[in-house]
């Protein structure tokens, strides 16, 4: 059977999801806003997905789908954590601006 | 495996505490239940056997740390309980998310497949992200728990990319497989950037400079209780799975390695120490200090030869004693006076001495005088790459101790020859006890330390 | 090794051809559409026209509230079970080859599940007054 993900060369998925990964990593490191941080390493993983997708499509090794599987619900974990963390905050200060969180400096 | 299923079973329970009125019953459960999945361990010593489709294995490695762990846990929890207050509405909820770390924490360093690696860091960093966060008033706590979340969200990233990538090189996630590939094939560029970005993501949870920057904030805003539980059990599980996993993966390539990873824990430990050095509170100096023990261990993970895993072992037991216990200390000065400077522990030597002589034995194991816990646990971890020939990280380690005598004998000098017209401190009946047994630990283990180091 | 498997199969810039025509009517049937409508429309600017369009009921307040606390709660739980329900594809995918011992697993699976739903319940968490 031919395999679809194939008529792509591989290096091009690698390209991408770097690329992809490494917005999200800029996107960490510059916005202020939690939630779009949070967003951010939400793509970062993301990208993985597709990276360990396309390497499995290409072995024909379903371990790496079973692994992004793993990540998504272990994403989907993380979110709630998160957005409840995020809530627990706006609910005493009102913001999700994380510069208005600088109470704890040396 | 049965450790493992008893712990999640145990957080379970623990979980309803709180909900379903059994409240006063969660500790002593809680208690029973950690020496019995220690006992399961034991029990399972010398097995070495494989579970689940060979994605993890109970070697004696794997129990040694589990136990670790689970000690350390036992003691949070009863430091937990006798801290608590009454009107502390999710103590039940707050052992449950202890205990399934500690369940992160034994799937973390018996893990055979990087899997599993995933999922016990995951497991261990979700319930820390939430105790951080345990005090829901409190700012300061608040904003820990955020901080703690993105950046140990944001190192899990790099740590999957890294998986990715040599799952990409290798075509498979155990670490046979992978071991086997590489020493067929080498290590070609997209595996050396795989173990790179794996080991930026375990450098960030180990709080390793230059990704040690959260540790202080995190450290300090959290409640003491936790960032005792953080710094050492947190810690040593973390510490275990990165050995492991060099232990297990890459070995034989070490040499292209070695260096990067001694650069970055002489690094550590000056920048640890140095800082250390600055920091007027004391929760916030043992927090510099624990990234300055990272720096020790690091050296351990660099050596990678037969002696790590027992050298590591000894250093994390050393450690979390030590640890714990100044923690703990911190934490009665705090609610005592209010504060935790140097000049909060004056006069302790007069009013509270048992108190004081916990502090001084804690306090000199983490600098590692002799005839302590920390001083073989240095001594070990040096002497191995000492052999391997890294003399100059092991200058740079004992250059980095001298300077850290000065900022941990500060609360020592100050509770012996300063005078204090504060009342005696009082604390919560078993906290003295318990703290004098985890000085006599100390002190034993610092006199017979064959006990621990030989034994895996 | 990996790498050089499909390099066989690298395509030419030329082959990308009928996507970038394709974008270019996309791009402009929309812009065409959208600047026709705004020219040959009558323009009656009155308060009831420029008012949001809700099916015929009338619009109340501003849209731009900040939800209450509890959307965000069920929202939450809602995507944490959600999201497991990944695991049952492969094991519907092999439900045959695994047998007994698959069903046992996932029913073991589903009892975790259950649990922490229930705990949800008894928390008080679904509440909604």
């Known amino acids: 059977m031919p395999n679809i993900f194939q008529t792509v060369p591989l290096i091009h998925f690698v390209y991408l999801s770097a690329l992809l990964f490494c917005i999200g990593v800029v996107g960490v490191l510059i916005r202020r806003n939690a939630i779009i941080i949070f967003m951010s390493i939400e793509l970062m993983l993301n990208s993985v997905n597709l990276l360990l997708v396309a390497f499995s499509a290409y072995r024909q090794d379903p371990p790496g789908q079973i692994f992004v599987f793993f990540i998504m619900a272990v994403a989907a974990a993380e979110v709630a954590v998160g957005l409840a963390i995020i809530i627990m905050i706006y609910r005493n200060i009102r913001t999700v601006d994380i510069n208005e969180l600088s109470r704890l400096k040396g | 495996m049965n450790l493992l299923i008893s712990l999640t079973a145990l957080g379970v329970v623990a979980m309803f ?72 509405i999710h103590y039940a909820e707050a052992v449950a998310l202890m205990l399934f770390a500690v369940a992160g924490c034994a799937v973390m360093v018996s893990f055979t497949n990087l899997l599993m690696l995933f999922l016990g860091i995951e497991i261990l960093s979700l319930s820390l992200y939430v105790l951080a966060g345990l005090r829901k008033k409190d700012l300061l706590s608040n904003e820990s728990s955020l901080k703690y979340f993105l950046m140990g969200a944001f190192s899990t990233g790099f740590l999957l ?109 000056l920048a640890g120490n140095i800082m250390a050095i600055y920091q007027s509170s004391t929760k916030r100096m043992l927090a510099y200090s624990s990234i300055a023990h990272a720096g020790y261990m690091l050296i351990a993970v660099m050596t990678l030869n037969a002696s790590s895993n027992g050298s590591i072992l000894f250093y994390s037991v050393a450690y979390t ?48 005088i002799p005839a302590t816990a920390g001083f073989f646990g240095k001594f070990y971890v040096f002497s191995s790459a000492v052999s391997d020939g890294f003399i100059w990280v092991v200058a740079v380690a004992v250059i980095s101790s001298f300077i850290s005598i000065y900022y941990y004998f500060r609360p020592v000098i100050a509770a012996y020859s300063k ?34 180091a030989g034994i895996i | ?81 959600d999201v497991e329900v990944i695991f049952l594809y492969p094991w519907a995918v092999n439900f045959l080859d695994l047998g007994m011992g698959g069903i046992i697993t996932m029913g073991l699976f589903m009892v975790l599940l259950l649990i922490g739903f229930f705990y949800i319940i008894k928390s008080g968490a679904l509440d909604w007054e």
Not at chain 2, 226 to 233: E, G, I, L, P, R
Not at chain 2, 326 to 352: E, H, P
Not at chain 2, 425 to 442: C, D, F, R, V
Request: hydrophobic letters at 55%; aromatic letters at 12%; charged letters at 10%.
């Open chain 2, 419 to 452: 005078q204090t017209h504060d009342p005696v401190m009082t604390m919560p009946a078993g906290t003295q006890a318990l703290l004098i047994l985890l000085s006599l630990l100390t002190i034993l283990l610092g006199i017979l330390p064959g006990f621990i």
């Open chain 2, 17 to 88: 505490g709180g909900i379903l009125k059994f409240r006063s019953m969660v500790m002593p459960l809680s208690v029973l239940g950690l020496i019995g999945a220690s006992l399961l361990g034991v029990y399972a010593w010398n097995t070495n056997q494989s579970f689940l489709n060979d994605m993890m294995r109970m070697d004696n490695y794997a129990i040694a740390f589990s136990i670790v762990c689970m000690a350390g846990t036992l003691l949070t929890i009863l430091f937990f309980h006798f801290f608590h207050s009454e009107n502390e």
């Open chain 3, 1 to 81: 090794m990996l790498l050089e498997i499909k390099t066989s199969a690298t395509s030419t810039a030329v082959d990308y051809f009928p996507i970038v025509i394709q974008f270019v009517f996309a791009a402009g049937f929309v812009a065409t559409t959208m600047f026709v409508t705004h020219i040959l429309g009558p323009h009656l600017k009155t308060k009831k026209k420029l008012k949001a369009f809700e099916s015929g009921i009338k619009s109340v307040g501003n849209a731009r509230q900040p939800f209450a606390i509890k959307y965000f709660l069920t929202a939450i739980l809602f995507v944490l079970f």
């Open chain 2, 161 to 269: 990319f890294g998986i990715a990538l040599l799952y990409g090189a290798t075509g498979s996630f155990a670490t046979t497989q992978i071991a086997y590939q590489l020493g067929i094939a080498g290590m070609n560029g997209m595996a050396a950037m795989g173990l790179l970005l794996l080991m930026i993501g375990l450098l960030f949870k180990v709080a390793a400079v230059p990704f040690q920057f959260w540790t202080p904030d995190v450290y300090q805003g959290a409640p003491t209780i936790v960032t005792a539980f953080m710094a050492t059990v947190g810690k040593v599980a973390a510490f275990a799975a990165f050995l492991r996993l060099f232990q297990l993966c890459f070995a034989p390539s070490k040499e292209g390695y070695q260096l990067v990873i001694g650069t970055v824990a002489a690094i550590t430990m």
């Open chain 2, 321 to 368: 004693l030590a640890s714990i216990s100044s923690f703990l200390i911190v934490m009665v000065v705090q609610q005592n006076r209010n504060n935790d400077t140097a000049d909060d522990f004056n006069g302790l030597g007069k009013t509270n001495p048992w108190i004081a002589f916990a502090l001084a034995v804690s306090m000199l194991s983490l600098s590692g």
